[in-house]
């Protein structure tokens, strides 16, 4: 079973990915929390959208604070890495489209579309995170859990 990540452990990912000089930005529940500001529940791992021409420096950059220990190598759609206790960062890496957003290939063939990053917070530390749109698309094309149905409420709440 995965570790609960901490806000200061997403806080902590974030900014050894901005010292590196990559780009990274809050997906999934994570990213929800950021727009939202406020963290809605425990979350398992961090989920972060990448740039595929600075995959192998996040990599380099994850396994120096930890995250060695690769889990799921679905390259090119995504890869997700863990630490010795077990917190894990999943990547979804995008060719960029030169707005700011990019294309994530998929295991079907497909692409999803990440657009341009939003602000939102967590802790009170401002982080770049996929906006409230494009996290409900993401929830698409698969049997929710109750997890993301919860999810979806709150995304509601920012999209209505």
């Not at 200061?8 to 930005?25: C, M, Q």
């Not at 398992?44 to 995959?55: A, G, I, N, R, T």
Request: hydrophobic fraction near 45%.
């Amino acid at each position: 079973m995965a570790a609960v990540m901490a806000a200061s452990g997403v806080l902590a990912v974030l900014s050894a990915l901005r010292a590196a000089g990559v780009t990274a930005w809050g997906d999934g529940g994570w990213g929800i929390d950021a727009l939202l500001g406020t963290t809605t529940r425990e979350h398992s791992d961090l989920d972060l959208v990448v740039l595929m021409p600075e995959l192998s420096s996040v990599r380099a950059t994850l396994s120096d604070i930890g995250f060695g220990i690769v889990l799921r190598d679905w390259l090119p759609a995504a890869l997700a890495v863990a630490d010795q206790a077990s917190n894990e960062v999943d990547l979804h890496p995008i060719s960029p489209d030169g707005i700011g957003g990019g294309h994530q290939e998929l295991p079907d063939g497909g692409r999803f579309y990440y657009p341009r990053p939003v602000v939102g917070e967590i802790d009170g530390v401002v982080v770049d995170c996929v906006d409230a749109t494009t996290q409900v698309l993401a929830h698409q094309g698969y049997t929710p859990t109750e997890k993301d149905l919860a999810d979806l409420l709150l995304l509601r709440s920012l999209t209505d």
